[in-house]
Nanobody, 120 residues
Framework: QVYLRESGGGLVQPGGSLRLSCAAS?????MDWYRQAPGKQRQFLAT????????YADFVKGRFTISRPDNSMNTVDLQLNELKPEDTAHYYC????????????????WGPGTQVTVSS
């Protein structure tokens, strides 16, 4: 069963923008975004807590923004600006815990990812 699903990836020119979205099948209090390029390790990008506090990897500060649209506890977006060819990767969202009511529905889940390709 897929508990997280990313969307919004695609092909964009250098300097362009994309908005990725991660939809969860339940309530997620803390959501992370990662990416992985071919032949490279998965990189942490950003995390957001239930209160909206965001933390970023240094190399994306000022370019990427993580947010909860309409303060949703089921969806987290990642706005990618000033994209560079080196941002080309598969982007994943991750949740330590997904809740249904007060119960943990699933733990340590990853979405299947969405591809971002930055090329002219």
């Amino acid at each position: 069963q897929v508990y997280l699903r990313e969307s919004g990836g695609g092909l964009v020119q250098p300097g362009g923008s994309l908005r990725l979205s991660c939809a969860a099948s339940g309530t997620v209090y803390t959501m992370d975004w990662y990416r992985q390029a071919p032949g490279k390790q998965r990189q942490f990008l950003a995390t957001i807590t239930k209160t909206g506090r965001a933390t970023y990897a240094d190399f994306v500060k000022g370019r990427f923004t993580i947010s909860r649209p309409d303060n949703s506890m089921n969806t987290v977006d990642l706005q990618l600006n000033e994209l560079k060819p080196e941002d080309t990767a598969h982007y994943y969202c991750h949740a330590d815990e997904i809740y249904y009511g007060a119960s943990v529905l699933a733990s340590d889940r990853w979405g299947p990812g969405t591809q971002v390709t930055v090329s002219s």
